[in-house]
């Protein structure tokens, strides 16, 4: 039997050496030193039906070192599932097998290559197995040694251990070497395994050329301890090529020479495996057809704080949908995802302050069919940036939201401001991005992200404000609301959104009493944005103003810039407000005051605009 595995393992690396060799580039060294580990759990441990991705007993795998994504091919090729004229495609343009792995291929769940993120998402896999799905397929996440220097690393580690995940197994490949030049602890297979014992993991420290050790090592990890496992596998780069062998300056390079590594490594064979069946396993997903019961607010009544409305609507869209899980980093009771957790505690998970694992926990179960909102502060979130893009990458729809936006928090200060979260959603490839004003348009918008595709984005408010809306009314993406017109007479536009809507209504009434009527222009979908009505209100007033409790860069203002670029409809003049100073201490008023948002600052900006298209 071992010398099949030998010869699989050889295959392996045979392939990996092709298929970069094809590209011109590529990783074959990282992936060749893990071909034994790749064979050995190929054909043995894990349970896969290649033919049915979507079983729901099969094994999930994650290569988390992406840039071995030569490995993963030339497993593929074993197992049946590529053929060998689509494997020398490596690289090239319209292939699936693209550079690092991405979900274009039906066996990949997520993409990888941006370094720390394969074991976080892991975790919300093994969530989804253990405690959702209740499924007993294993995850399988397979890392480099150098990025278990990523911080990512360490909070999934400590959240697997918490949870008991002895479903997740974490396989380092730990090569020694990295781009540059040797790993940190390069093969003290020690240093790291006191680190993970120290957070509760069980550790197994083998030699991973050897098929007979890593097979054990595997099958001791499916029995399952109660807790997380580590397979640490001392290996070396570039694994059976004396040229490259543990040799440093050959990281992400073909080999110099293909056919003569070949030839050392036993030339190329047509080894076929077929991997062990997945279990039985039966997952019942309910309808979605069902309409939630969100709460009703009194317009001119009510004033409710949009976080509020996030966390009723969350938790009635719940209870119509077994499919909505929610995730919060520990600040439930300020985001409110409380009502959530008290109403669904079996589809709640804190995941305290780690907000990567967060975000990497909502992306993981995503790929199990839930739909998952993850919540924090809206300043938080930017710690998570890279997992939010490489979301976008992975094709994964996720909800995420962020609370105590802008400056309108008030005497917290600018730590806990958001000011910049709208430019770095609205970045994200294919994402939406909604900004509430009130708690009925905030309750509907909630409701209406679960089924969008995507990354989607809602910004909510600390503080209370008062309901706009009858509790009837619909908020279409890419839709917006004429607060205020009085048709052909109007002189210029207001852009508004989230707590600065209100602003805009105060500004408007007095700028009315004064004699000059303005359109007031509810924003509420920021990305995608409401151009037709942008169009109309530019080729009436010819003045565009746009207010928000966010940095001038990247927000509303750019949105409705991007709206008239590149000769899209009438370009009217446009202004901006915005917060452009650093804020301090302050109570809430005093905040939009001093940043120049507030009502007032509206006024003296409009005032300005009609007076200088007038003298014009």
């Known amino acids: 039997m071992n010398a099949s595995l030998s010869a699989l393992a050889q295959q392996l690396r045979v392939d990996a050496v092709r ?8 990783h074959p060294t990282s992936s060749m030193s893990a071909a034994d580990i790749g064979a050995v759990l190929l054909a043995r441990h894990l349970r896969y039906d290649f033919a049915r991705p979507d079983h729901p007993g099969n094994d999930r795998l994650v290569l988390s070192k992406g840039h071995a994504s030569p490995l993963l091919y030339a497993m593929y090729r074993a197992a049946g599932a590529v053929d060998d004229d689509e494997l020398l495609t490596f690289r090239h343009r319209g292939s699936r097998l693209e550079g690092h792995p991405t979900p274009r291929l039906p066996w990949v769940d997520v993409a990888t290559g941006s370094l720390g993120q394969g074991l976080p998402i892991g975790v919300g896999m093994a969530l989804a197995g253990k405690f959702l799905d209740r499924v007993p397929y294993r995850v399988w996440v397979v890392c480099g040694d150098s990025e278990m220097a990523e911080g990512s690393i360490w909070e999934a580690v400590e959240h697997a251990a918490y949870s008991g995940l002895d479903n997740l197994t974490l396989i380092v490949d730990v090569n020694r070497l990295g781009q540059r030049g040797p790993t940190r602890h390069q093969h003290d297979l020690g240093a790291y395994a006191a680190r993970l014992e120290a957070f509760g993991w069980n550790t197994l420290s083998i030699d991973g050329h050897d098929l007979d050790a890593v097979d054990a090592a595997l099958r001791e990890a499916r029995a399952g301890a109660g807790r997380p ?8 780069k570039g694994r059976g090529v004396a040229a ?20 050392e490594l036993g030339g190329r064979t047509d080894l076929r495996v077929t991997p062990p069946e997945p279990p039985a396993a039966q997952v019942v997903r309910p309808a979605r057809d069902r309409t939630p019961d969100l709460p009703r607010y009194d317009k001119g009544g009510d004033e409710v704080a949009t976080r509020n409305a996030y966390g009723e609507a969350l938790a009635a869209l719940g209870s119509v949908r077994e499919d909505v899980v929610a995730f919060d980093g520990e600040v439930g009771d300020s985001t409110r995802t409380e009502f959530f957790a008290k109403a669904h505690p079996e589809r709640h998970f804190e995941c305290y302050i780690a907000e990567q694992q967060l975000v990497a926990a909502a992306v993981g179960v995503q790929t199990c069919g839930y739909v998952p909102y993850a919540t924090t502060f809206a300043a938080f979130l930017t710690r998570a940036h890279d997992f939010i893009r490489m979301a976008a990458v992975s094709r994964a729809g996720i909800n995420l939201v962020g609370s105590h936006a802008g400056v309108a928090i008030g005497e917290d200060g600018p730590s806990q401001m958001g000011l910049e979260d ?6 994200v490839h294919g994402s939406t991005v909604l900004y509430p004003c009130d708690a009925t348009q905030a309750a509907k918008l909630v409701a209406g992200m679960a089924d969008l595709d995507g990354v989607r984005y809602l910004r909510t408010s600390r503080g209370k404000t008062p309901v706009l809306y009858d509790p009837d009314e619909e908020f279409p993406v890419g839709g917006s609301k004429v607060l205020r017109s009085h048709g052909e007479d109007d002189r210029a536009t207001i852009v508004a959104a989230g707590v600065t809507v209100h602003e805009a209504l105060r500004a408007a009434d007095r700028l009315e009493e004064r004699g000059v009527p303005v359109r007031v222009i509810d924003l509420y979908s920021v990305k995608p944005v409401d151009k037709a009505t942008l169009d109309q209100a530019a080729g009436t007033t010819g003045c565009v103003l746009t207010v928000e409790d966010h940095r001038p860069e990247g927000g509303i203002g750019d949105a409705v810039a991007e709206a008239f670029s590149n000769g899209h409809g009438d370009m009217p003049r446009l202004a901006r407000l915005a917060v452009r100073s650093m804020p301090t201490s302050a109570t809430p008023e005093e905040q939009l005051h001093d940043a120049g948002i507030d009502a007032d600052a509206i006024v003296s900006a409009v005032e300005l605009m009609v007076e200088r298209v007038l003298v014009r």
């Open 244 to 263: 490259v062998e543990d040799r440093e300056g050959k990281h992400g390079k073909p080999l110099p020479d293909a056919e003569a590594a070949i030839a």
């Open 422 to 427: 709208l430019a770095m959603m609205r970045s």
């Open 19 to 26: 298929a970069a060799d094809a590209a011109g580039s590529g």
């Open 229 to 236: 496992t580590a397979i640490l596998a001392a290996t070396r």
